[in-house]
């Protein structure tokens, strides 16, 4: 039953929904916000991951650890950090060292670092920089990286409206992949817009 129980979470979180389901949250699976913030230090990966992934259901509780999180040596860590952090968009995070930090991030060799980042400051209401970052990765030769930037812009919403032009030209790729995250996109910019 723990499985089963830890299978949903994990799914809820990759959704993007557990934050608001279970935003403030007291405790998951068994651990407190502390036991979780301590396992990003954890000498195993999927520990690590586990905890980054986790953290964003405390909500606002957890701005402190994601923020920390961001200096972390695996990017892996920090790539789910900012994600978390753009998912929670909450006012704690938007000041001058964590905007600053995620603009750094911005130019992470890793490109998967750069589109968290860039998904981050766009919730956190630097949308101009992130978006540059966003819309470049839906060019990206690598589909993952191309899918990985729609479903930000998607989660996002009407606020990434100005990615409109380059989602309508990811909507034309030759990889159905690309095609179907850009249209998805589209759709939950426009919809939310248009309040459908």
Not at 52 to 81: K, M
Not at 156 to 164: D, F, S, Y
Request: hydrophobic letters at 45%; one cysteine or more; proline letters at 3%.
């Amino acid at each position: 039953m723990k499985v089963f129980s830890a299978a949903c979470l994990a799914v809820l979180l990759l959704c993007g929904v557990a934050t608001e389901c279970l935003a403030q949250a007291k405790s998951i699976a068994g651990r407190g916000l502390s036991e979780w913030s301590s396992e990003l230090n954890s000498k195993s990966r999927t520990r690590r991951l586990r905890a980054a992934l986790t953290l964003p259901a405390f909500g606002a509780d957890a701005v402190e650890s994601l923020v920390g999180a961001l200096e972390h040596a695996d990017p892996a860590v920090v790539y789910w950090s900012a994600s978390g952090l753009g998912d929670l968009a909450h006012k704690s995070a938007r000041t001058k060292p964590v905007l600053a930090r995620l603009r750094a991030l911005l130019k992470h060799k890793s490109i998967g670092v750069r589109l968290a980042a860039g998904f981050a400051l766009c919730r956190l209401g630097e949308i101009r920089s992130g978006l540059a970052v966003l819309t470049g990765g839906l060019q990206h030769a690598q589909r993952g990286v191309a899918c990985a930037s729609a479903d930000f812009l998607a989660r996002i919403g009407p606020t990434a409206a100005a990615a409109v032009p380059a989602l309508q030209e990811a909507a034309k790729h030759s990889d159905y992949h690309v095609q179907g995250a850009a249209n998805e996109a589209l759709k939950r910019i426009r919809d939310v817009k248009e309040g459908k």
